[in-house]
């Protein structure tokens, strides 16, 4: 069993800046974190993922505003999001693979006021 939580959402101004965490409850060995996004009608998206070597992939909109880490002893990891825009605005996704399986946590709501 893997428990998510995540934690840092909020609300921001156009050209703010948020971090967010994931902690991973768990004994187990987590290979891939990813974040994911949602926005009011639309589906949830891809942000950004690390795997357990620490390579990343991010998704176009994000690309050099957003930056994935993670701390694998702590089981925890980041988001750390610059320069937000509106259209950033979501409740944001951590999901973590582990025994073959997803987990997913509730999410945070980050909202970019204009």
């Known amino acids: 069993q893997v428990q998510l939580v995540e934690s840092g959402g909020g609300l921001v101004q156009a050209g703010g800046s948020l971090r967010l965490s994931c902690a991973a409850r768990?004994?187990?060995?987590?290979?891939?974190i990813c974040w994911y996004r949602q926005a009011p009608g639309k589906q949830r998206e891809l942000v950004a993922d690390?795997?357990?070597?620490?390579?990343?992939i991010y998704a176009d909109s994000v690309k050099g505003r957003f930056t994935i880490s993670r701390d694998n002893a702590k089981n925890t990891a980041f988001l750390q999001m610059n320069s937000l825009k509106p259209e950033d605005t979501a409740v944001y996704y951590c999901?973590?693979?582990?025994?073959?399986?997803?987990?997913w946590g509730l999410g945070t709501q980050v909202t970019v006021s204009s």
């Open positions: 999901k973590a693979d582990a025994r073959g399986l997803g987990y």
């Open positions: 768990t004994t187990a060995s987590i290979n891939v």
């Open positions: 690390i795997n357990r070597s620490g390579i990343t």
